[in-house]
Nanobody
Framework: QLQLVESGGGLVQPGGSLRLSCAAS????????FAWFRQVPGKEREGVSC?????????YADSVKGRFAISRDGAGYTVVYLQMNNLTPEDTGVYYC????????????????WGQGTQVTVSS
Protein backbone atom coordinates (compact mmCIF):
# COMPACT_ATOMS: atom_id res chain seq x y z
CA GLN A 1 0.00 0.00 0.00
CA LEU A 2 1.56 3.24 -1.14
CA GLN A 3 1.62 5.98 1.49
CA LEU A 4 2.24 9.66 0.76
CA VAL A 5 3.13 12.40 3.24
CA GLU A 6 3.38 16.03 2.17
CA SER A 7 5.33 18.78 3.88
CA GLY A 8 6.68 22.26 3.20
CA GLY A 9 3.55 24.37 3.07
CA GLY A 10 3.20 27.67 4.86
CA LEU A 11 2.59 31.38 4.58
CA VAL A 12 4.60 33.33 2.03
CA GLN A 13 4.42 36.81 0.56
CA PRO A 14 3.62 37.38 -3.11
CA GLY A 15 6.73 36.85 -5.20
CA GLY A 16 8.16 34.42 -2.69
CA SER A 17 9.04 30.75 -3.00
CA LEU A 18 8.22 27.48 -1.30
CA ARG A 19 9.30 23.91 -1.87
CA LEU A 20 6.81 21.16 -1.16
CA SER A 21 7.92 17.61 -0.51
CA CYS A 22 6.02 14.35 -0.86
CA ALA A 23 7.62 11.38 0.85
CA ALA A 24 6.47 8.05 -0.53
CA SER A 25 6.72 4.60 1.03
CA UNK A 26 5.18 1.15 0.90
CA UNK A 27 5.70 0.21 -2.75
CA UNK A 28 8.24 0.22 -5.58
CA UNK A 29 8.23 3.86 -6.60
CA UNK A 30 9.77 3.33 -10.03
CA UNK A 31 6.42 2.31 -11.47
CA UNK A 32 4.38 5.25 -10.25
CA UNK A 33 3.68 8.65 -11.71
CA PHE A 34 3.33 11.41 -9.11
CA ALA A 35 1.27 14.56 -9.31
CA TRP A 36 0.50 17.67 -7.33
CA PHE A 37 -3.05 18.98 -7.10
CA ARG A 38 -4.40 21.99 -5.25
CA GLN A 39 -7.80 22.83 -3.92
CA VAL A 40 -9.54 25.90 -2.54
CA PRO A 41 -12.90 25.84 -0.74
CA GLY A 42 -15.84 25.50 -3.10
CA LYS A 43 -13.75 24.43 -6.08
CA GLU A 44 -12.68 21.11 -7.55
CA ARG A 45 -9.21 19.79 -7.04
CA GLU A 46 -7.00 21.25 -9.77
CA GLY A 47 -4.02 19.48 -11.33
CA VAL A 48 -0.82 21.50 -10.99
CA SER A 49 1.95 19.23 -12.21
CA CYS A 50 2.85 15.61 -12.85
CA UNK A 51 6.05 13.65 -13.26
CA UNK A 52 6.16 10.25 -14.90
CA UNK A 53 7.76 7.13 -13.49
CA UNK A 54 11.55 7.56 -13.46
CA UNK A 55 11.08 11.28 -14.16
CA UNK A 56 11.20 11.10 -17.95
CA UNK A 57 8.24 13.39 -18.54
CA UNK A 58 6.84 16.39 -16.68
CA UNK A 59 3.54 18.22 -17.20
CA TYR A 60 2.42 21.59 -15.87
CA ALA A 61 -0.83 23.50 -15.74
CA ASP A 62 -0.69 26.66 -17.85
CA SER A 63 -1.12 28.78 -14.73
CA VAL A 64 2.17 27.56 -13.22
CA LYS A 65 4.39 27.04 -16.26
CA GLY A 66 7.71 28.80 -15.86
CA ARG A 67 7.18 29.24 -12.11
CA PHE A 68 6.85 25.72 -10.71
CA ALA A 69 9.16 22.75 -11.15
CA ILE A 70 8.45 19.13 -10.22
CA SER A 71 11.20 16.62 -9.58
CA ARG A 72 11.74 13.29 -7.90
CA ASP A 73 14.71 12.22 -5.88
CA GLY A 74 15.94 9.79 -3.32
CA ALA A 75 16.93 6.19 -3.65
CA GLY A 76 14.20 4.58 -5.71
CA TYR A 77 12.61 7.98 -6.37
CA THR A 78 11.02 8.09 -2.93
CA VAL A 79 10.63 11.86 -2.65
CA VAL A 80 8.79 14.15 -5.03
CA TYR A 81 9.30 17.89 -4.86
CA LEU A 82 7.36 20.88 -6.13
CA GLN A 83 9.49 24.01 -6.26
CA MET A 84 7.18 27.01 -6.41
CA ASN A 85 8.61 30.41 -7.36
CA ASN A 86 7.11 33.84 -7.92
CA LEU A 87 4.02 32.86 -5.96
CA THR A 88 0.80 34.84 -6.29
CA PRO A 89 -2.34 34.91 -4.11
CA GLU A 90 -4.01 32.73 -6.76
CA ASP A 91 -1.64 29.93 -5.80
CA THR A 92 -3.20 29.74 -2.35
CA GLY A 93 -4.79 26.40 -1.49
CA VAL A 94 -4.28 22.99 0.00
CA TYR A 95 -1.71 21.11 -2.05
CA TYR A 96 -2.03 17.35 -2.36
CA CYS A 97 0.42 14.77 -3.59
CA UNK A 98 -1.07 11.93 -5.63
CA UNK A 99 0.26 8.81 -7.32
CA UNK A 100 -0.86 6.11 -9.72
CA UNK A 101 0.88 3.33 -11.61
CA UNK A 102 -1.10 4.13 -14.78
CA UNK A 103 0.89 7.30 -15.42
CA UNK A 104 0.18 11.02 -15.50
CA UNK A 105 -3.48 11.89 -15.93
CA UNK A 106 -5.58 15.03 -16.01
CA UNK A 107 -8.17 14.50 -13.31
CA UNK A 108 -8.04 13.70 -9.62
CA UNK A 109 -10.21 10.63 -10.06
CA UNK A 110 -7.42 9.01 -12.11
CA UNK A 111 -5.12 8.77 -9.08
CA UNK A 112 -5.37 5.97 -6.57
CA UNK A 113 -3.19 7.26 -3.76
CA TRP A 114 -3.28 10.59 -1.94
CA GLY A 115 -1.52 12.38 0.84
CA GLN A 116 -3.25 14.40 3.53
CA GLY A 117 -2.43 17.78 2.00
CA THR A 118 -0.40 20.81 3.05
CA GLN A 119 -1.68 24.38 3.19
CA VAL A 120 -0.04 27.06 1.07
CA THR A 121 -1.10 30.65 1.70
CA VAL A 122 0.25 33.50 -0.40
CA SER A 123 -0.57 36.81 1.20
CA SER A 124 1.02 40.10 2.13
Amino acid sequence: QLQLVESGGGLVQPGGSLRLSCAASGATMDYYAFAWFRQVPGKEREGVSCISSRGVMTIYADSVKGRFAISRDGAGYTVVYLQMNNLTPEDTGVYYCAADFRGCARTASDYSYWGQGTQVTVSS
